[in-house]
Nanobody, 126 residues
């Protein structure tokens, strides 16, 4: 029973920052590639950022490059998403996901991930 629990979402004004956390339990976290996805109302779930199981490979959607940073702390079984310079278009439910396939290059497709959190709402006001 691998479980992922996101936290850190909330409301922020445009230009502000939030730090999302995803705590993983019930599995071998250090062997999982981890990703962040988001879904706005009426839209498909889209890739945001990911980090390989080794922690040495990261990837970002073009829309967030330079503003968001993904990191992980294997000692705490936690992955983070630092979100800076937030824009109204960043408003969405953000989901944490885990890939157990020992991927070292971050995956960008939802189908590549095995476990998902329940999401945390991020709302960015103009």
């Amino acid at each position: 029973q691998v479980q992922l629990v996101e936290s850190g979402g909330g409301q922020v004004q445009a230009g502000g920052s939030l730090r999302l956390s995803c705590a993983v339990s019930g599995g071998t976290f250090r062997s999982y590639a981890m990703g962040w996805f988001r879904q706005a109302p009426g839209k498909e779930r889209e890739f945001v950022a990911a980090i390989g199981w080794s922690g040495g490979s990261t990837g970002y959607a073009d829309s967030v490059k330079g503003r968001f940073t993904i990191s992980r702390d294997n000692a705490k079984n936690t992955v983070y998403l630092q979100m800076n310079s937030l824009k109204p278009e960043d408003t969405a439910v953000y989901y944490c996901a885990a890939d157990r396939s020992l991927r070292v290059v971050a995956g960008t497709r939802s189908s590549e991930y095995d476990y998902w959190g329940q999401g945390t709402q991020v709302t960015v006001s103009s």
